[in-house]
C-alpha cells in the first residue's frame, strides 16, 4: 500500500504552490484509493528549528557510524536531546513511512520558505538514505527562472531542492511543476507579462493533475 506525504509551505492560504500541490494530491488518491495520504501545514503549524541539543543527536549519529534511521534514537541521552527527539520523531517517522513526498512551496527571495527549510533541517541527519522514493514539488514563483531566461542562474529554489534530494538524500525520482510570473497578476510592471503566466500555470495545473 503506498503512502503518500503532503507538505505545505506557503505563507498565503490560497497560493498557486497550494492549489497545485492540492491538484496533485486528489489525483493521487484518486489512483491510490487503497493509499496513506498524510498532511502537514508547514506555515499554519511551523516546525520549530532545531536546537544545540539536536546538533548533539547529529553529532553522535555521525561519529558513531549510524546510518540505519530507525537507530537514531540510540542518540539520546540527556533531557535536552529527548525534547529535540521529541519534536523531530513524528517528523521522521512521516517522511520515512511516505512512498512519495509531495511538496508544494512558493519561491521566496530566490530561494525556499524558511519553514520548508526548518523541516528539512529537522528530518536530515549525516549519511541518510531515502532511496526508491519518489519527491513532487509543486511551486510558484513570482518572476520567470526556467532553462534560458536572465534570472536562470538566480534560481535557488528548484536548484537547491533538487540537488539537496539527491545529494543528501539519495532520491533520484524528483519532479517539479512551476508555475513561472505569478507577480503578473499583481505587479504593474509585469502586467504585459500575463499572458505567458496564464499559459505556465494551465500547464502546471495539466502535470499536477496528470503527472
Keep these: 500500500m503506498s503512502t503518500l ?3 505545505d509551505a506557503s505563507a498565503r492560504r490560497n497560493s498557486v504552490s497550494r492549489r497545485l500541490s492540492k491538484a496533485y494530491a486528489e489525483a493521487w ?3 491510490n484509493p487503497a493509499g ?3 498532511y502537514r501545514d508547514l506555515a499554519a503549524e511551523p516546525v520549530p528549528h532545531i536546537t544545540e541539543a539536536w546538533t548533539e543527536l547529529c553529532d553522535h549519529v555521525l561519529a558513531n557510524g549510524i546510518t540505519d534511521i530507525h537507530r537514531y534514537r540510540e542518540a539520546v541521552r540527556t533531557p535536552e536531546q529527548r525534547e529535540a527527539w521529541r519534536v523531530l520523531e513524528p517528523l521522521l517517522d512521516e517522511l520515512v513511512a511516505a512512498d512519495v513526498v509531495l511538496i508544494g512551496t512558493p519561491m521566496y527571495n530566490f530561494s525556499i ?3 520548508l527549510k526548518a523541516w528539512i533541517d529537522q528530518v536530515t541527519f549525516p549519511k541518510m538514505s531515502l532511496a526508491g522514493r519518489s519527491f513532487v514539488v509543486a511551486s510558484a514563483r513570482g518572476g520567470a527562472y526556467g532553462p534560458g531566461t536572465p534570472r536562470e542562474p538566480f534560481d535557488h529554489q528548484e ?3 533538487r540537488d539537496f534530494f539527491l545529494g543528501h538524500f539519495a532520491v ?3 519532479r517539479f511543476i512551476n508555475a513561472e510570473l505569478v507577480n503578473a497578476t499583481i505587479d504593474p510592471a509585469l502586467a504585459h507579462r ?3 503566466h496564464a499559459e505556465s500555470l494551465e500547464a502546471a495545473q ?3 493533475a496528470t503527472l
Design 194 to 196: 500575463w499572458d505567458e
Design 113 to 115: 520558505p524558511s519553514a
Design 172 to 174: 533520484e525520482d524528483v
Design 36 to 38: 496513506q495520504y498524510r
Design 159 to 161: 536548484r537547491y531542492l
Design 29 to 31: 488518491q484518486l489512483q
Design 5 to 7: 506525504l503532503h507538505l
Design 206 to 208: 495539466r502535470a499536477a
